[in-house]
């Protein structure tokens, strides 16, 4: 399994899941392998150009990061070149910040009302060209505030630098900050969705703070992938294999276990919602005018 993010990430901690547990269902080895860097474009290009179309090599990919990467990024690969076999789960970007600062005693909205009187005042961490930045940017135009973003490689060297207090906000993932929130270190401010979180039950959607966005689209749609030109055999083997393993009850539990809740998705399923995410990534990047010539 090749990984476009660090070790300690929640896609990271996906794949390693999913490895685990389908060396337990199968039988086979699963190993690995973390290619990160330039806001996933190193391993998602790896996956697209270098990775042979022989089933051995698999992409634990996430959108729409991929789809950034060929839209705004001018990535040297195109969407035909990747092909989803399965999904597993969507989780949406949230932002968090530390309980015993500051901003850990305001909601969403105060903080918003503080950063319109200290433009740039609120140093936000996140994953540069990715969701995570994007997201950030959305609730920067639409409430008329300007943070500091201070890019990292992935979501968990952003949630250590807030745990060290060398940002405010970190945007990133449940499943990267699951036991700082349970441990009251961490608190939710908002998630960048319509629809609430169940596992972050305080804090309020885009919808309920009046931002427009796109449900189902700012956040991980974590999937399987393997290169254009691997034969339907293999990609319909791949993808019963995996569904088998994602359906396993013990395969949830480990992954709930994470603070990850499996949605499985078909082959066809989640070429769809590839499909339709890739639409939406091109419309709103379209409209800010940072759609790649000739895309």
């Known amino acids: 399994f090749v990984v476009s993010y660090p070790p300690g990430g929640g896609m990271d901690i996906t794949a390693r899941t999913l490895a685990a547990q389908m060396e337990r269902v199968t039988g086979y080895q699963f190993r690995v392998e973390n290619r990160g860097g330039g806001g996933g474009i190193i391993g998602n290009t790896y996956m697209a150009t270098q990775a042979k179309p022989d089933g051995y090599t698999v992409g634990i990919l996430a959108n729409p ?4 990467n060929i839209l705004k990024q001018g990535a040297h690969f195109k969407k035909d070149d990747l092909q989803a076999i399965a999904g597993i789960n969507f989780a949406p970007v949230a932002w968090f910040t530390r309980t015993d600062s500051k901003f850990g ?21 996140v994953i540069p060209n990715a969701t995570f930045d ?18 990292f490689p992935g979501g968990k060297p ?6 060290g207090g060398n940002v405010d906000l970190s945007a990133a993932y449940y499943s990267e900050v699951d036991q700082y929130l349970k441990a009251g270190t961490l608190k939710a401010l908002a998630v960048a969705d319509n629809a609430p979180a169940a596992q972050m039950p305080g804090a309020p959607t885009m919808k309920e ?31 019963y294999l995996i569904q088998k393993t ?11 276990k994470v603070g990850i809740t499996v949605e499985a998705k078909t082959m066809a ?11 939406a990534v091109r419309e709103y990047l379209k409209g800010i005018g940072e759609l790649k010539t000739g895309q």
């Open 209 to 239: 703070l009046g931002i427009q966005i796109a449900s189902g689209t700012w956040g991980a749609d974590r999937f399987a992938a393997v290169p254009k030109g691997t034969s339907e055999i293999i990609k319909n083997y791949l993808a």
């Open 158 to 163: 952003s949630v250590v630098a807030l745990l």
């Open 269 to 279: 399923e989640e070429q769809q919602r590839f499909d339709e995410s890739y639409a």
């Open 65 to 68: 990061t991929l789809i950034i």
């Open 105 to 125: 005693k305001m909601d969403f909205k105060q903080l918003i009302a503080y950063a319109k009187q200290h433009p740039e005042g609120v140093k936000v961490g």
């Open 246 to 256: 994602l359906a396993d009850k013990q395969t949830r539990e480990a992954f709930e």
């Open 134 to 151: 994007m997201a950030t940017r959305i609730v920067e135009k639409q409430k008329g505030v300007k943070f500091t973003i201070v890019p």
